[in-house]
């Protein structure tokens, strides 16, 4: 990645694609930053710069074209080519992802799931065997896999990790609650869903409290 493009800015384009895609299919042909950053949720000043960090510019008067934005970003973001997933555990997480179709419409195919559950092994899901995990040196070298999913339970989401690392994946996405050790030349990204709920729990809760004036508003010390 372009050195000049921050962490930040990288977390804001899935949002200013969607957006973009789906002014598109609005029929929109061009969107001022305004109406884009409104669109993504972002603040027009933030989206403009981070959008010129990336060269990309739109007309005075006019805005950003459309299609030349949806290109650009979906090509910074590497979504102009396919990066085969494979997924480590297939419980319940392990299905429901599998069987979600957006992975490979954004270019990350699920093409292979392993797993040591001898109940599940042998199994097909969304027309994916389910295999051992002895399988994944070939797997990685016949389907070209490039992203892990672990999905795993927590105490072995580690051994997964390590395994999906010694066979050359140097993408990670952890759905489970350990924190990973991995090397830096591996990126890993972590997604507590259970963490998630408990934050928009405490917003809910807090957005409630200042509604009814009951509970303890947001800001509140105490002693």
Known sequence: MDPAVSDATVGRLPAYLRAAIDLGT??????SSDRLAEEAGAHPATLRRDLASLDITGTRGVGYDIKYLVSQISLVLGLNQQWPVV????????????????????????AAMIDVSPELVGSTISGIPVVPTDELPRLVEEEDILVGIITTPADVAQEAADMLVEHGIRSILN??????????????????????????SFYRQRGRAAQTGTGVPLGSEHG
Do not use: H, M, W
């Open 87 to 110: 997924i480590v555990g297939a419980g319940n997480l392990g299905k429901a992802l599998a069987n979600y179709g957006g992975f490979a419409e954004r270019g990350f195919p699920v």
């Open 26 to 31: 609005q029929g929109v042909t061009s969107v």
């Open 175 to 200: 759905f489970t609650t350990e924190l990973l050790d991995v090397p830096p030349t591996v990126t890993c990204r972590s997604v507590d869903i259970a963490t998630e709920l408990q934050i928009l």
